[in-house]
C-alpha cells in the first residue's frame, strides 16, 4: 500500500483528487493540507510515501516545502502538480530532488500510473510539460551547444539513443518498448548516461540532447 497526502490550496482539487485516487486497492490517501507549512505538520505526524504537491500556494510554496522535506532524513517521494504548460517553478523542483511533476488535469488513468511509477522508484516526467519547461529553459540555447555536444560525445550510440527517449518524457517502460529492451537494460543505460554527464536528473538529460541539436 502507498500512502499519500496531498498538498493543495484549492479545497476542489483535493477533493477531485480523493476522488480519483480514493478508490485505488494499492494507493491511501492518509491525509491533505492547504499551505506549505500545514503539510510540514501533516508530513511529520503521517510519515506518507508519496506527497502531491501544488507549486503556488500561499503561506509556503510547494518549492519552499519540497526543499525543506528533501533536506530531512528519509523524506517521502514528491510529485509536483502544476497548471501551467511551462513553469520555471517546476524545473527549479527538480533539480531540489522532485521525483517528477504532473498537469493538474492529466487523466485519471495517467495520473494513477504516474502515482505507481513514482512509487517503484523511477521518476516521472509528463511530456507535455518537459516539451514546454526544456524548451523554456534552453530558448537560447546556441552558445550552450558546443559545450551539450561535447558532454554527449561521451555516450556510446545506444545511451545517445536512450537520453533522446528521456528527452522525449518516455518512461523505462516506453523506452524498452521503442528501442528493444527490457527495463533492467533501460536503467542500466540511464545509470551510465548520468554517470557521464555527472547528473541524477532526467530533466537535466533532456536539456543537453535538446542545447545539442538531438530534438
Wanted: no cysteine; aromatic share 2%; charged share 30%.
Amino acid at each position: 500500500m502507498t500512502r499519500l497526502v496531498i498538498v493543495d490550496d484549492d479545497a476542489m482539487v483535493r477533493t477531485g483528487l480523493r476522488l480519483i485516487l480514493g478508490g485505488e486497492p494499492d494507493l491511501e490517501i492518509v491525509g491533505e493540507a492547504e499551505d506549505g507549512r500545514q503539510a510540514m505538520r501533516v508530513i511529520r505526524d503521517l510519515g506518507p510515501d508519496i506527497v502531491l504537491m501544488d507549486i503556488r500556494m500561499p503561506e509556503q510554496d510547494g518549492l519552499t516545502t519540497t526543499e525543506l522535506l528533501l533536506a530531512q532524513p528519509d523524506p517521502p517521494r514528491i510529485l509536483v502538480l502544476t497548471t501551467f504548460d511551462a513553469d520555471d517553478m517546476v524545473l527549479r523542483a527538480l533539480e531540489l530532488g522532485a521525483d517528477g511533476f504532473l498537469l493538474k488535469d492529466t487523466p485519471p488513468p495517467k495520473m494513477i500510473e504516474a502515482l505507481r511509477t513514482v512509487a517503484r522508484g523511477e521518476p516521472v516526467l509528463s511530456p507535455s510539460v518537459t516539451r514546454q519547461v526544456i524548451a523554456a529553459a534552453t530558448a537560447d540555447r546556441e552558445p550552450r551547444r558546443p559545450s551539450a555536444e561535447r558532454e554527449l560525445a561521451r555516450l556510446t550510440e545506444r545511451e545517445r539513443e536512450v537520453a533522446i527517449e528521456v528527452a522525449r518524457g518516455s518512461s523505462n517502460a516506453e523506452i524498452g518498448q521503442r528501442l528493444y529492451m527490457s527495463v533492467a537494460t533501460v536503467k542500466a543505460n540511464i545509470t551510465r548516461i548520468f554517470a557521464k554527464l555527472e547528473t541524477d536528473n532526467r530533466v537535466h538529460v533532456a536539456m543537453k540532447v535538446r542545447d545539442a541539436g538531438l530534438l
